[in-house]
Each structure stands twice: as C-alpha cells, then as structure tokens.
C-alpha cells in the first residue's frame, strides 16, 4: 500500500498528539468497545501523554494525502514493568536477559483505520519501527479477544508468553514476543 512513513520522538510527537488520539478513536469506535472507560479518547490520550518521556519512545505513522492512516508507538521494555514482571518464568531466560540489557523493545500500540486494514499496512508499519530499533528484540500485548490482530502477530512469527493485565480496569492480553533473528 502507498503511504508516507515518518518516525517521531519523544519530543516530536508531542506536535501531533492530537492525530494520533483522533486514530485511535475511531479504530476504538467498534463493539465491544465502546463505553467501557478504558478504551475512551481521554483515557488513551493520558497513556499516550504519558509514554513520550519514556527511554526509547518512538512513533512511526503512515499517512496518505497528508493524514494519518495508521501507527505504532513503543519504547524500550523496562526490565521492572509490572505487566512484565507478572509473567514470572513464563519468559525465556534469553529474553529476560535481553530486557534486564535494555535491548527489548515494548509495542505499545499498533493500529490502522479500519478502512485501510487487511491490505498489508500494519505489517509495513511494524516493521518499519522494528527495523530501526537499536534492541534486539520486540514484545507487546495484545487484547485476548482481538482475533484479527491475535492472528497477524502469530503470522508475523511472534509467540505467547502469557496472559496479562495491564491494570485492573484493561481487559486480558496475551503478552508475545518476537524472537531475536
């Protein structure tokens, strides 16, 4: 699919917080989504906000005639993340270590409007942002009950440590992983 892809920090991004929440919205605006607080604008506009200092924050979007049509955010794993941590020895050694290094990085979010998905397009931008990452690895979390995105992740050879929360409001997620090449 034809589309620009820019990077953004920490510091950049902050220019175009507003797109990204505006994103976000309408790929939320879908059952079983809607009312529940934690997928509101505003509730990710916080997350959104207060991931920018992270160590390694990073944006890529794709945009088509100047808007923005689809995005990942991320940063490097921190090797004391409560979700992280959860998952106890359901993690590979190899990766633990990789992570303790700072060499994991966390997929915060990845999302596509929903008239541009299944053309290929979260997968391009997954791994735009994946191949300018200084770490070695990639995980993320993914809704248990996303079987389109569950799915893909699975085809891009990720693999399932475990099931998640991120807080005790957010639903369950599978935590994956990418395995080094």
């Known amino acids: ?23 976000y919205a309408r790929v939320y605006d879908t059952p079983p989504y809607i009312g529940d607080p934690f ?18 924050f990073e944006t890529v979007t ?3 005639d100047g808007q923005i049509i689809g995005y990942v955010h991320g940063a490097t794993l921190p090797a004391d993340k409560p979700w992280w941590n959860s998952l106890g020895d359901r993690r590979p050694v190899q990766l633990q270590t990789l992570a303790n290094a700072r060499q994991v990085f966390w997929l915060r979010e990845l999302m ?3 008239e541009y998905q299944s053309r290929g397009l979260g997968r391009k931008i997954h791994d735009t942002v994946i191949s300018g990452r200084a770490e ?4 993320l979390t993914c809704i248990v009950d996303n079987q389109p995105a569950h799915d893909a992740y ?18 369950t997620y599978n935590a994956m992983y990418l395995p080094s090449s």
């Open 112 to 114: 596509v409007l929903p």
């Open 39 to 56: 997928f509101s604008a505003d509730s990710f506009r916080e997350r959104l906000e207060a991931a920018f200092g992270n160590e390694g």
């Open 154 to 171: 699975l085809r891009w050879g990720y693999m399932v440590m475990g099931e998640i929360k991120h807080a005790p409001e957010s639903p």
């Open 62 to 64: 794709a945009r088509r």
């Open 136 to 139: 070695s690895a990639t995980a």
């Open 1 to 23: 699919m034809d589309a620009e892809y820019q990077r953004y920090d920490g510091a950049s991004v902050k220019a175009i917080a507003d797109e990204l929440v505006e994103v």
